[in-house]
């Protein structure tokens, strides 16, 4: 079990961490838009440009990964992270947080380089193994922190949220310290001319034109996870609203429905 030190065990630990940041909070992203005033419609506007600022950053955080390395690449989103935890806390309105909220989705352009230095420290024969480990360990705050960050919302109302998003602050600034600290560097960065980096930006954003090699699992999966995501993210974004609004149920009561999601 050697392999388990290292960037390996850091990145166990860090995720570890952040599920426990993330489970306070994440829950309740559409019922904290509507205490600041937001209508389901901009939610729903709100949740569409947080996954446009999304793909539009990780198809180039893949060439900064190659450009200025993995560690570098998770260090400095994982400091913008914990940026937007603190940011959330102090938004006043809806709008203010549609802002943060897309800059934050922009912030996980490091995502391919969490899975590059991953899969670059696990041996070759322990690469499924500890993939699954890695994913299925640092989750287990997420079986009894939901149903906390329900009840401060419960009893605290937007108060509690604020608590909730100062305590995931406070989590990911560890965090971000620990991943600057303790990762080292699995590949050396590529020698790329300033110039040629804003050609290469573009390059990774005409991301259809690699579709037409795709095999055909690649494919099978690639529209399976496109249909998967169609009938999650209405739930993700509505389940809590309808849960609270129609059904009767509190927030915490919310908190145990909800899936885990990866910093």
């Known amino acids: 079990m050697s392999w ?6 850091v990145m166990i630990v860090s995720w570890f961490l952040f599920a426990v940041s993330s489970a306070l909070t994440f829950p309740y992203l559409s019922e904290y838009m509507h205490l600041l005033g937001a209508s389901d ?64 989705s922009a ?26 480990l890695t994913a299925v360990l640092p989750q287990v705050p997420w079986l009894f922190l939901p149903p906390v960050g329900g009840y401060l919302l419960d009893v605290m109302g937007i108060a509690g949220m604020r608590v909730s998003f100062l305590v995931s602050g406070a989590i990911s600034a560890a965090v971000a310290l620990f991943r600057m600290r303790s990762l080292t560097e699995t590949v050396a960065a590529r020698e790329v001319p300033l ?19 795709l095999d055909a699992l690649s494919i099978y999966v690639l529209a399976l996870g496109l249909v998967l995501n169609a009938a999650s993210v209405p739930l993700q974004r509505f389940g809590v609203l309808y849960a609270t609004g129609v059904l009767g149920l509190d927030d915490a009561a919310w908190g145990p429905y909800r899936a885990p999601r990866r910093e």
Do not use: C, E
């Open 4 to 9: 388990l030190r290292g960037n390996v065990g």
């Open 41 to 104: 419609v901009d939610i729903g506007i709100a949740t569409a440009l947080g996954s446009l600022a999304n793909m539009v950053a990780v198809l180039p955080g893949g060439v900064l990964t190659d450009v200025i390395g993995r560690r570098r690449s998770i260090v400095i989103g994982t400091w913008g992270v914990t940026a937007t935890q603190f940011l959330y806390a102090a938004v006043v309105d809806w709008r203010m947080f549609v802002a943060v909220y897309v800059v934050d």
């Open 107 to 132: 912030m996980h352009f490091y995502q391919p380089a969490l899975t590059a230095i991953l899969l670059d420290s696990l041996p070759p024969d322990r690469r499924g193994g500890g993939m699954m």
């Open 195 to 213: 110039r040629d980096a804003p050609k290469m930006v573009a390059q990774s954003l005409a991301f259809w034109r690699g579709l037409g090699a």
